[in-house]
């Protein structure tokens, strides 16, 4: 099937321009204007909007079993909502239960994954260390086109690892050319403030952003970023969402560590009052971690993005309806972590990044689809309208506006983090291996269609860590 994209501004990371974009067998093949296409072309009218690469999330928890229970959103409906937004593939998480095969998990995962209406790709989760680890880190980056192993330093008492664990995982990502990524949190810090504030008789979600506190989320990411440095690994945090965190990042870059950041749509905007708000379910559903943050927080967010010192953004969409947070509704530790957005992302961006004149439309391509495109290694085949690509593409009209709802969103959640804002810039159609997916007002999806998409070791991110390397050698000393 082929499909002709026309009357639009192609924009990319680097440049922009008006060109109409062929697509067929699910590629872009041609560029250009005027172009020649065969009979029964289907047409989609850009109009005087965007043409820009489908955005991909590299964060998500599709069908995870976390905290006692699911996630709500599974491999159909979590990438469906993203499609409604933008977004055309999603990095999801294989997270095994501490002494599981990441192999095992990994299966399961894909199996999930089988229904998926878009393209995903998963990082694998290393929850425990041993040698059995260690090997099936080496099958999934030769076998199985894992290039990214994320590690907890939070959640104590199950999926957190401690410094000797991280720095055996990030050797062995380091050998195998494969990407660490970490959630910075103390885990120790944060156990010991649930145990004291429960004491105290705080229960309610306003115990979850207290026993976080910035400097908490500050000393993991240094630390996190020492123990990466003293093996040299690359290394990337998630959900970078305090100046502590962000200072952390921008150091380790400025002293030419091969350290990357991402900074979620939801604490580039949310504030940390909504911890404290005094309806328990809305309260309940703004738990996350790390939670929200203040304004001085939230404006140093947008300068990393702005600067480069955070690269991506993601959502984190990790779906958790009302009765599965009323599991922590006598306290909090207990309460599901996790919040949604995957729909949101990029009106977001687009609405407090681009309007505002912080971003420019190029940034925001940047920051939505090709630094995860290019720090994951699927670059250019994702992340970039360009002949040979994957005609993963969304028509963006920067001018529309729409008022977000939970009653209208596309997720299965029952609660939207942005309910009731009007936001500018959203996906008028959105086209996933060249088909035509979502018109701006129905979904067009199809089960199973989505791909597995493979990504191959050495990104381009080792190149840094060979410089770094060399400053880092260690040199033997002939003693007489
Ligand atoms: O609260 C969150 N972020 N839940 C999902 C798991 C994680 O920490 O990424
Ligand atoms: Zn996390
Ligand atoms: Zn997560």
Redesign the pocket.
């Not at 738990?287 to 790390?290: D, E, L």
């Given at each position: 099937m082929s499909l002709l994209i026309k009357g639009g501004t192609v924009v990319n990371a680097d440049k922009s321009q008006r060109s109409d974009v062929y697509c067929a067998d699910g590629l872009i093949q041609a560029i250009g204007e005027n172009l020649d296409v065969p009979l029964g072309t289907e047409v989609v009218d850009a109009g005087e909007a965007l043409v820009i690469p489908g955005g991909i999330d590299p964060?998500t928890?599709m069908e995870?079993p976390?905290m006692g229970t699911v996630t709500a959103d599974d491999f159909m409906s979590g990438p469906s909502a993203g499609l409604a937004g933008g977004t055309t593939m999603i990095i999801d998480?294989v997270i095994p239960s501490p002494e599981q095969s990441l192999l095992e998990a990994w299966g399961t995962w894909m199996a999930n994954a089988a229904k998926a209406p878009s393209d995903y790709s998963f990082h694998v989760a290393v929850t425990w260390w041993s040698d059995q680890v260690k090997e099936e880190m080496g099958v999934l980056t030769r076998e199985h086109g894992v290039n990214s192993f994320k590690h907890?330093m939070?959640?104590k008492g199950a999926i957190m690892l401690d410094d000797e664990m991280l720095l055996n995982s990030f050797d062995r990502c380091q050998e195998l050319g494969a990407m660490a990524t970490v959630?910075a949190e103390n885990g120790e810090i944060i156990y010991y403030l649930q145990k004291k504030l429960l004491a105290m008789g705080i229960t309610g979600p306003e115990g979850h952003v207290q026993s976080r506190p910035p400097e908490v989320e500050g000393e993991a990411a240094r630390r996190v970023i020492t123990v990466a440095g003293a093996v040299n690994a690359p290394l990337y945090v998630?959900?970078c969402s305090c100046k502590q965190a962000l200072d952390a990042v921008a150091e380790a870059r400025a002293n030419g560590q091969a350290v990357y950041g991402e900074v979620l749509a939801q604490h580039l905007v949310i504030d940390e009052s909504t911890h404290y708000l005094t309806d328990f379910t809305q309260a309940a559903a703004h738990?996350?971690?790390?939670p929200f943050r203040s304004k001085e927080h939230r404006d140093a967010l947008w300068g990393g993005l702005q600067a480069g010192t955070l690269q991506t953004t993601a959502t984190?969409h990790?779906a958790f309806c009302a009765p599965q947070k009323a599991l922590g509704k006598d306290d909090f530790s207990l309460m599901p972590?996790?919040?949604g957005g995957i729909e949101d992302r990029m009106s977001i961006l687009w609405d407090r990044g681009v309007k505002t004149g912080m971003l420019t439309p190029n940034d925001f391509v940047r920051v939505t689809s090709q630094a995860a495109a290019e720090i994951f290694n699927v670059y250019p085949r994702k992340g970039s309208i360009s002949v040979g690509a994957d005609a993963d593409i969304t028509v963006w009209d920067p001018n529309a506006n729409r008022t977000v709802s939970a009653k209208t969103h596309h997720s299965k959640m029952d609660f939207n983090l942005y309910e009731g804002e009007t936001v500018t810039g959203l996906a008028r159609a959105t086209i996933s291996q060249g088909k035509q997916v979502w018109d701006g007002k129905e979904l067009r999806v199809e089960k199973g269609v989505g791909r597995y998409i493979p990504r191959p070791t050495y990104s381009k991110v080792f190149e840094r860590v060979k410089t770094y390397g060399k400053l880092n050698a260690p040199r033997r000393v002939e003693r007489v």
């Open positions: 964060h928890h995870l976390f998480f907890f939070a959640y959630h998630v959900h738990v996350m971690s790390p984190d990790c972590n996790g919040c």
